[in-house]
């Protein structure tokens, strides 16, 4: 049984793991692509931009659509997807086909995460959260590992190999997913035409034009503000509010948010939770270079403080969410980020490496408990009828916050980077810290109200 459960984890981890891996190795090949086709940055950084919007919206519909027909089928679709992607990417011969084939990426890994998510909550009853983390480890490896993974694929093969570097990946994800997932419940084809045909396609065109639209707007930020887009993007998020609320068979049942108020709160608090760790995982290699002087690999390094840190907690928070549940873990976990905002903000300029060092640990800390127990108290407050699309809409959640800090960086750094902006980074992490602490605490009220916060 425990051999069952290594491989049918590694199977949904190795799948699950392409999306951060594509979304972080891309950083490298950006100067080789924009040279090959004779781009300028502004038009080549759209292989980035296209992706979290790609990401953003087909996260949601991709796990609706494996509610309806199959998890399994959906995951093994999505796996199908990105092999399509990373063959036809190298063959490319125009910018127009390469962004394709990027958007075909981001769409097949998309359907990944939310069948899989799907797929453990269905199957795996006991440890759950510990085999949450064991996704939550290989997504974090792979964002903090994937400009080094990009960076040895472009030396062995140039920008194409970081879309074959992909195929071992999908290879291992497909035959474990193959043999290792039950079968989906098998639909005559009457009932199967049904269901296409009541799939609430206006609804999902009104969110997903919204969120382009918006995202969009919030992109702009870097550049020219589009207020415009972003006017189009609420009008369409009310339509698609509107429709919702009307239709039999909605797309997202938006009412679930007023029935389901622990839900609504902890998208919220992941949205500020990758806020305050993109912050610092954008913004600190370009303080440790510009201001501190160091290479890449020296920048890197000092990462490793605060990725590995929060790889390895991972592992202990999911042991510890399986006995103690989610709420403790929470606002302990937000607590902690609280401190090491007020650490970084008082001593991380001018501080010694190991000083830097330890101060990124206390952060990786904090995210690595959070990312783990929002993922479970995230499945736990889910109806079990639409855990992928719910799970959808978590993994939504982190693009906004990404793409909100880059916002922020843009906005603080300016045309440089300087020790003075890096304490007002340290301001943004605190405010945003004790909003995520206030959070946890309306979370836990319940089990605060008979003073069991600390003990059982």
């Known amino acids: 049984m425990k051999k069952n459960r290594s491989l049918f984890l590694t199977a949904v981890a190795s799948g699950t793991m392409l999306n951060p891996l594509n979304s ?66 190298p063959l490319s011969t125009s910018f127009l086909m390469l962004l394709v084939m990027r958007m075909i990426q981001s769409i097949g890994s998309s359907a990944i995460y939310p069948s899989g998510m799907a797929l453990i909550r269905d199957n795996i009853k006991d440890r759950q959260a510990s085999a949450l983390a064991v996704l939550s480890i290989f997504a974090s490896a792979m964002v903090a590992l994937g400009p080094t ?23 291992i994800s497909f035959l474990l997913g193959w043999i290792m997932f039950p079968k989906d419940v098998k639909q005559d084809k009457a009932h199967m035409k049904a269901l296409f045909f009541n799939l609430d396609f206006l609804g999902i065109l009104f969110f997903a034009a919204g969120m382009v639209f918006f995202l969009w707007f919030l992109l702009s930020f870097e550049t020219n503000i589009h207020v ?80 590995g840190v929060s790889i390895l907690i991972s592992t202990v928070s999911g042991k510890w969410i399986d006995h103690a549940g989610v709420n403790r873990p929470i606002m302990i976990g937000s607590f902690i980020s609280i401190i090491g905002a007020l650490i970084f903000t008082l001593f991380f300029v001018n501080a010694t490496y190991l000083i830097i060092g330890v101060i990124l640990s206390i952060l990786g800390l904090s995210y690595g408990i959070g990312n783990v127990v929002l993922q479970v108290a995230m499945l736990k407050e889910s109806p079990k009828e639409i855990i992928g699309t719910t799970s959808g809409l978590f993994q939504t959640c982190r693009y906004l916050g990404s793409i909100l800090s880059s916002i922020i960086l ?47």
Not at 42 to 70: E, M, R
Not at 416 to 439: C, E, N, P, W, Y
């Open 24 to 89: 972080s190795m891309i950083a490298l090949a950006l100067h080789s692509i924009q040279k090959d086709f004779g781009l300028s940055f502004t038009t080549v950084s759209w292989l980035i931009s296209s992706f979290y919007l790609a990401s953003a919206v087909a996260q949601p519909v991709t796990g609706k659509i494996g509610d309806i027909f199959g998890r399994k089928k959906t995951f093994l679709t999505g796996l199908v997807l990105v092999a399509i992607s990373a063959f036809g990417a």
């Open 410 to 456: 843009g906005l603080v750094f300016g045309a440089g980077v300087s020790a003075d902006h890096m304490k007002v980074i340290g301001g943004v992490l605190i405010v945003t810290g004790i909003i995520s602490f206030l959070m946890s605490l309306w979370f836990s009220r319940e089990e605060m109200k008979f003073g069991k916060l600390f003990y059982r």
């Open 149 to 171: 993974i990009g960076g040895f694929s472009i030396v062995w093969g140039g920008w194409p190999a970081i879309f074959l570097v992909n195929f071992p990946f999908i290879i």
């Open 228 to 307: 415009l887009s972003g006017i189009i993007g609420i009008l369409f998020f009310v339509l698609f509010a509107w429709r919702e609320l009307r239709v039999t068979e909605p797309f997202i049942d938006i009412r679930i948010f007023k029935s389901h108020p622990k839900l609504s709160m902890v998208y919220i608090q992941f949205i500020f939770l990758n806020i305050f760790f993109y912050c610092l995982f954008f913004g600190l290699p370009s303080y440790f270079q510009e201001v501190l002087g160091l290479s890449v690999e020296h920048s890197g390094l000092l990462m490793l403080f605060m990725s």
